[in-house]
């Protein structure tokens, strides 16, 4: 089939990609033109596993391009996916569906004949019947234009891998037409038992903003209860392992941290709020707020767990935060709870030294009145205290005992619970992780006999 992908960032890249991985031809569109000379190259401008292996193959073979031209992609093409940004309003609650509508404004003097358009990113409930008659009325083929919705559901750093083994395809239709064309789009991905929800469009919109708004409760909720363990004695991660072995649970998610970030469940979560009060299910909206509410206070928790580590306040502190991005595995630092951490603890009057494997050029950009350091050894040369606060598994694998001779104090603050830290301990240093006691580490015990 022939498929354009109108919007070329975290999302549209990867799909398109994707896309010719699995046998279309696809066109990427853009307005940023040094972007897409970049595109076409076969070079990368975002950090995705394996993205840049299938840009590299599939612009070499022609089955992949990128353009400028909104004209060329509706020659070309008679599905297009509308893969533009939707941050969150001025208003800081609902989105900013304005990028997704000049799209369709752009493209619908050009939709000649019957196609459909299908959307894909995270839009207010309601937005694919308004984009429907808006492109009904200012496009050639009229009614000929089907809309659909089709949300993705990808974590960042594993955009190719959750969209060609996804654990599900929802698609948000009004007409037979629609659905027909999705199931061709997706057809090598459903021939391999990937199941496929059809949806009417409003159905779809909704799935998407509970999915991340459900994901951003259960991460607020278990660090609640990380501070009611902190205050109790207890172990956040042990009450997670036993918790999650309930199947009506699950371990996912439930890591006690710094609270979560980046482009999606932050503001989701929020739309999804002022989505409920619109609807009038002020209850709902209540119980989102308080998730976001808590998530909002994980800096001021972690900055308590480190004061009550070194046994006073951060001023004059000499103090390496290891992490930048919202998570391990992109470079992505939209939202940061740990540069969130830093940030106050720079505030606060720390010294502080940012290390990050990927994220430190994107970090500085945002956060310029930070140090930086690319290298992880050099970044805790003379510090008093080491945060450890995105979980990057170099951190896990450090040489604890080697770090232990380049640092003024051995003392480290795990925000993620992410190393062992009897290990750490035996080497010299003080460990203090979140929603645990401060000289026990976990130990899962095994099923009893019989």
């Not at 009614?143 to 949300?151: C, F, I, K, L, Y």
């Not at 990937?194 to 278990?222: H, Q, R, W």
């Not at 990927?358 to 956060?367: E, I, Q, S, Y």
């Not at 380049?406 to 003080?430: E, F, I, Q, S």
């Amino acid at each position: 089939m022939r498929l354009s992908v109108i919007g070329c960032g975290h999302l549209g890249i990867p799909h398109a990609a994707a896309m010719a991985e699995i046998g279309h031809e696809v066109v990427g569109v853009d307005l940023d033109r040094a972007k897409t000379d970049r595109l076409n190259s076969g070079q990368c401008p975002i950090h995705e596993d394996g993205l840049a292996r299938l840009l590299a193959t599939h612009t070499a073979t022609g089955r992949l391009r990128f353009t400028t031209g909104i004209t060329e992609a509706a020659a070309f093409a008679d599905v297009h996916f509308l893969a533009v940004g939707t941050p969150i309003d001025a208003d800081g609650r609902s989105y900013d569906t304005g990028q997704v509508f000049a799209a369709a404004r752009a493209l619908a003097p050009h939709l000649t004949r019957p196609c459909v358009v299908i959307g894909k990113s995270t839009v207010t409930v309601g937005t694919t019947g308004r984009l429907a008659a808006l492109l009904a009325r200012l496009a050639p083929a009229g009614d000929g234009v089907d809309v659909a919705w089709n949300p993705e559901f990808l974590r960042e750093g594993h955009a190719i891998e959750d969209t060609l083994r996804p654990d599900r395809i929802v698609a948000g239709v009004s007409s037979q037409h629609a659905e027909d064309v999705i199931r061709a789009v997706y057809a090598p991905l459903l021939a391999n038992n990937v199941p496929l929800y059809v949806t009417d469009p409003a159905t779809a919109e909704l799935i998407k903003g509970a999915a991340n708004a459900y994901l951003g409760m259960k991460i607020s909720f278990i660090n609640g209860v990380a501070d009611m363990c902190a205050a109790a004695g207890a172990d956040v991660q042990q009450l997670a392992e036993a918790l999650g072995t309930d199947p009506r649970i699950g371990r996912g998610s439930l890591g006690a941290g710094p609270g979560y970030g980046g482009g999606c469940l932050p503001k989701d979560l929020r739309a999804f709020t002022a989505s409920a009060e619109a609807l009038g299910a002020h209850d709902a909206a209540a119980l989102l707020r308080a998730a976001g509410q808590l998530n909002d206070s994980r800096p001021a928790a972690a900055l308590r767990l480190v004061e009550e580590t070194l046994g006073h306040g951060v001023g004059g502190v000499k103090v390496t935060v290891w992490g930048a991005s919202f998570k391990a595995g992109t470079e992505d630092v939209r939202e940061s709870p740990a540069l969130a951490v830093a940030a106050l603890l720079h505030r606060r009057g720390a010294a502080v030294t940012v290390h990050d494997p990927l994220a430190g050029p994107t970090a500085l950009a945002g956060h310029p009145g930070l140090d930086y350091e690319e290298d992880l050894e050099a970044s805790v040369k003379g510090a008093e205290l080491v945060v450890l606060a995105t979980e990057w598994p170099q951190f896990r694998e450090a040489d604890h005992e080697r770090l232990a001779g380049l640092v003024a104090r051995p003392v480290l603050v795990d925000l993620r619970n992410l190393v062992d830290a009897g290990t750490w301990r035996a080497a010299g240093w003080t460990v203090r992780q979140l929603g645990r006691p401060a000289h026990r580490s976990a130990r899962r015990s095994p099923p009893a006999p019989g």
